[in-house]
């Protein structure tokens, strides 16, 4: 969706090296999300953002810092990436509530 | 501990057939609930929705069933196009977590021709 986008879409990293992810949304919504999507997992939710500077953590968020200095981005930060953090991640953005998520293409991060 | 589940991994249904995704939840919170699709490469789209006031909400070629009583859920497809291979994720969502999507493990849907 035009609206936001990720990057990288791949990231080929190393174990012990940060890492950051950008999600950046040209929508204007209150609502920021950061999830992995593991097989057999679905997605879990790492951190979200309901406004600028303003962060909570989710159900998997060891190992994972986020920043959100403007509206339109959202960072996630892997302060020293392992292999159990190999997944596919996806921003998500929405205006209110539960209603009308819109993803991100995803990130694939390999961490060796 | 899983609040929203989807037993079956994966589902093959004949192009033209109806396919049916089931979803069950435990949390008796949850008062809106979601079905979203996904194609490889790309992220999750909407597909629709059910708030917990209703049992039945359509949608062209879509149709979620709620059944509250059991904590079940279903998506059907009817018929079924090859452009419905995919795969399917079911969320649910309770005021009181905020408005936080939790969702199921997803089932892979093949329609075969």
Request: net charge neutral.
């Amino acid at each position: 969706d035009a609206g936001i986008t990720q990057s990288p879409r791949h990231k080929v990293t190393e174990t012990g090296t940060p890492v950051t992810l950008r999600c950046h949304q040209t929508e204007n919504h209150r609502y920021m999300y950061w999830y992995r999507q593991d097989p057999g997992h679905g997605l879990r939710l790492i951190h979200y953002s309901y406004g600028v500077k303003d962060t909570d953590k989710g159900e998997v968020s060891d190992g994972y810092s986020v920043s959100r200095s403007k509206t339109e981005d959202f960072l996630l930060t892997l302060e020293s990436a392992t292999s159990s953090q190999t997944s596919v991640y996806f921003c998500a953005i929405s205006g209110s509530g539960p209603y009308g998520y819109t993803f991100g293409s995803g990130t694939r991060l390999t961490v060796v | 501990d899983q609040q929203v589940k989807q037993n079956s991994p994966s589902l093959s249904v004949q192009e033209g057939r109806i396919s049916i995704l089931n979803c069950d939840y435990t949390n008796s919170m949850f008062d809106y609930f979601l079905w979203y699709k996904k194609y490889p490469a790309e992220g999750p789209t909407f597909l629709i929705s059910i708030s917990s006031i209703k049992d039945k909400n359509e949608d062209g070629r879509f149709t979620v069933f709620l059944n509250k009583s059991a904590k079940h859920l279903s998506l059907h497809i009817v018929p079924s196009q090859p452009g419905d291979s995919a795969v399917y994720f079911c969320a649910a969502s309770a005021v009181d977590s905020n408005y936080q999507l939790i969702w199921g493990a997803g089932t892979k849907l093949i329609i075969k021709p």
